[in-house]
């Protein structure tokens, strides 16, 4: 079965600084999806940015991108020019590719805060 | 409304009782999910439907739980006879076509509070 680790409980970082947030996970299989979600205290999850495991490439969405490791099975989120509206839990998730694998393996979460 | 509602938002219930969680999802989206959030931890994967088919109900933790999507809409989580460990966040996601590619767009959740 997969798995997804966040070794980072609790984060923070000033206003407009650079955070980089950990997440590493175990799988078998060769291609699958990545995922950051952000859930502000209003709970609703919100898609930050998405990596599919066959692109080489590393995912970027503004001020958000990631430093994707396959070998090492890493993916890590790294916000640049950090707001006050970044503020939130940001859960790294994992989902399989094939048939019957649709659903979301979601890590422990790292709350993120943001020091004015 | 464009997103994912789920209803109620709050859930008080006394042990023992049954509760029922209603989720609408995006209009048109095929596929449905239902995650377990307990505090501060990540969710966790209750239940898959593909319109009226549940696929995939390996997540749920007993017998106590029930999902159905009769029409191919709206989804209800049922829980029996609810136990105190059975309080958590219920977070319902709907995704537009069954494939991998497809983001997962999530509603506010439904918080149970089982004393």
């Known amino acids: 079965a997969q798995t997804v680790t966040q070794s980072q409980p609790e984060m923070s970082v000033q206003e407009a600084e650079t955070v980089t947030l950990s997440c590493t996970y175990d799988t078998s299989e060769s291609d699958y999806y990545l995922f950051w979600y952000k859930q502000p205290p209003s709970r609703q999850m919100i898609l930050v940015i998405r990596?599919?495991?066959?692109?080489?490439q590393n995912a970027t969405e503004n001020r958000f991108s990631v430093n994707f490791q396959k070998a090492a099975k890493s993916f890590s989120l790294k916000i640049s020019d950090s707001q006050l509206g970044d503020a939130a839990m940001y859960f790294c998730?994992?989902?399989?590719?094939?048939?019957?694998?649709?659903?979301?393996?979601f890590g422990q979460g790292t709350r993120l805060t943001i020091n004015p | 409304g464009a997103g994912v509602s789920q209803s109620p938002r709050y859930k008080v219930a006394k042990r023992g009782q049954d509760v029922a969680l209603r989720c609408d999802p995006i209009s048109g989206h095929v596929s449905l999910f239902w995650y377990q959030q307990a505090l501060g931890q990540g969710p966790e994967f209750l239940t898959y439907f593909q319109n009226e088919a549940q696929l995939d109900k390996s997540g749920l933790p007993s017998d106590r739980f029930f999902a159905e999507r009769p029409e191919g809409s709206v989804s209800t989580l049922k829980i029996q006879r609810t136990q105190q460990e059975d309080s958590a966040v219920y977070l319902c996601a709907s995704s537009l076509v069954g494939s991998s590619t497809d983001t997962q767009y999530f509603g506010p959740g439904t918080r149970l509070t089982v004393l």
């Open positions: 990596q599919e495991a066959y692109k080489q």
């Open positions: 998730a994992y989902r399989g590719l094939f048939q019957g694998a649709q659903k979301l393996v």
